[in-house]
Nanobody, 116 residues
């Protein structure tokens, strides 16, 4: 019954913007850290952004700092990733992750493609 469902991916041009959403259900969302990972053509998964349970603390990979913003609405059980100034190297499958001390859950991912 635990579900993480990503949406909002697509094809954009260099310099464009995209907003990803991850809708969660089946667990106490407000108790979990939420993270966005991405998996590029090289198949390696990397952390993009993270946000604490209340949304007070955020962390970003150096490669996206200043361009991406992670946020959450606990009342909607949803975490977002606003992506601006997109580059071809941002092309990847973006995966939503929920983590606590005792559990980790993953979504299936949404494809983001940035063309030159």
């Amino acid at each position: 019954q635990v579900q993480l469902v990503e949406s909002g991916g697509g094809l954009v041009q260099l310099g464009g913007s995209l907003r990803l959403s991850c809708a969660a259900s089946g667990f106490t969302f407000s108790n979990y850290h939420m993270r966005w990972y991405r998996q590029g053509p090289d198949k390696e998964r990397a952390l993009v952004a993270a946000i604490s349970p209340t949304g007070i603390s955020t962390n970003y990979a150096d490669s996206v700092k200043g361009r991406f913003t992670i946020s959450r609405e606990n009342a909607k059980n949803t975490v977002y990733l606003q992506m601006n100034s997109l580059k071809p190297e941002d092309t990847a499958v973006y995966l939503c992750n929920a983590g606590s001390l005792t559990a980790n859950y993953w979504g299936q991912g949404t494809q983001v493609t940035v063309s030159s």
